[in-house]
């Protein structure tokens, strides 16, 4: 379970933001949350919503949290290439560019709270540390400053020998999880896990690629058919390249040049017909349906293994009620009970008032001269029961345009 995230530099964040899904000590439901006595306060949330305005940099915030993923994952290349893979830095002043960009995060492996970041700059990993807090007691596992490392005594494996294994460019844990060594393997494993859908728009080839190993879920269907796609049923259609093909495939292949597999697979989605069912290619489908598709697939298999999922624009093309339904199911024990967790920015209001959201599941992000500010409804003092959609649309929380809210809130003048 995911307790708090943190980033600096990335994007347009400058300065030090955190998301925290830790559960506030409020008198809203209780129903949906989580039991973690890992957690400070004894629960975690199983989703949280940030709104803002257009370029406010919402999306940013859940861009660092799959920039942290893909570092983690994908540092530890074979072949040793260039500088930092990910990192982009804040680019509205000079000083960002030499500084170094920091990503942090709290999860709960097995029952223990973990604290594991890094900090990087265009060239290496300059900083790299992992903890764990069994019985709630801080115990460091690994520190790297630089080139040199600590190792607590709780880390058992070939460490200096991965140590030396390790490229200024790599961060210890991905050349150690690469290793096999079972400690961070499973600390790696985590991030592996998690899931995201973080492109606006999905292509019927996206689509199909994301899904070319799965087989789809029946929970995947059955939700497209409640939300009134049409979709009833699917196939995989499974082409082979011609002889002639393949041939030119091997030509180029032995030049170095990269190419598709010799089998290609595609999804059709299946409507029903006045005398039998139709199926279509996914790029004849809305955007809209494609994108759901991609969501369901990815959060079924969230809600199966526990592990968090991290969507840009949930609500997307999306019916206010397909978005509530989403959000029911990981704030349902019944439909959750793995501990699974959304993060997720959105645009839709109507969500503010669901019934399923506590107050400390709504974060906000806005701009200050030019830098993203991230912040929790919970710093702004409101009472259960207030009506948060109107409270947002009357500006009483900020993260809306600053000219918009004078627009909106000037006198009508006479005609």
Same mark, same amino acid.
């Given at each position: 379970m995911l307790l708090r995230f943190v980033v600096a530099n990335h994007l347009s964040i400058r300065d030090r933001q955190e998301l925290s899904l830790v559960a506030s000590a409020l008198s809203d439901t209780e129903d949906g949350l989580i039991h973690c006595a890992a957690s400070p306060s004894g629960f975690v949330l199983p989703a949280i919503v940030i709104y803002g305005a257009n370029a406010s940099g919402k999306s940013n915030i859940v861009d660092a949290m799959g920039a942290m993923r893909l570092m983690v994952l994908e540092s530890q290349a074979d072949k040793p290439a260039a500088g930092v893979a990910q990192r982009q830095h804040f680019r509205l002043d000079s000083a960002s560019a030499a500084s170094p960009s920091h990503f942090e995060m709290d999860f709960v492996l097995r029952g223990i709270r973990h604290h594991y970041g890094f900090e990087a700059t265009d060239k290496e990993f300059v900083s790299e540390w992992l903890l764990d807090y069994p019985s709630g007691r801080r115990r460091m596992l690994f520190e790297r400053d630089g080139g040199e490392f600590r190792f607590g005594r709780a880390l058992k494996g070939r460490n200096r020998i991965l140590a030396d294994l390790t490229r200024e460019n790599s961060l210890f844990l991905s050349a150690a999880a690469q290793h096999g060594h079972e400690k961070l393997t499973s600390v790696f494993s985590?991030? #592996?896990k998690m899931n995201g859908v973080l492109g606006r728009t999905i292509s019927g080839s996206l689509a &199909? $690629? $994301? #899904?070319? *190993?799965d087989e789809l879920d029946q929970r995947v269907l059955d939700f497209l058919g409640e939300a009134d796609t049409g979709v009833v049923d699917y196939r995989r259609v499974v082409e082979e390249l011609t002889e002639s093909d393949r041939e030119l495939m091997h030509k180029l292949s032995a030049l170095g040049v990269r190419t598709p597999p010799e089998r290609q697979s595609r999804i059709q989605l299946a409507h029903r017909g006045s005398e039998k069912d139709v199926y279509f290619e996914l790029e004849r489908e809305s955007a809209g349906t494609r994108r759901l598709l991609l969501i369901l697939t990815r959060l079924f298999k969230s809600l199966d293994s526990g592990s968090p999922l991290v969507v840009d624009e #949930? *609500? /997307? &093309? #999306?019916?206010t009620a397909g978005s509530r339904a989403l959000l029911s199911l990981f704030c349902s024990p019944s439909t959750n009970? &793995?501990? $699974?967790? /959304?993060? $997720?920015t959105v645009h839709d209001t109507n969500l503010l008032d669901a019934p399923m959201l506590r107050r400390d599941q709504v974060w906000f992000a806005e701009k200050e001269d030019g830098a993203t500010r991230t912040y929790p409804l919970t710093d702004i003092r409101t009472r259960k029961g207030d009506n948060l959609e109107r409270g947002y649309l009357q500006h009483r929380y900020g993260a809306t345009p600053r000219r918009l809210r004078t627009t909106s809130s000037a006198s009508p003048q006479p005609a």
């Open positions: 985590y991030f #592996l &199909s $690629a $994301a #899904l070319a *190993d #949930l *609500d /997307l &093309s #999306l019916h009970p &793995s501990g $699974a967790q /959304l993060i $997720a």
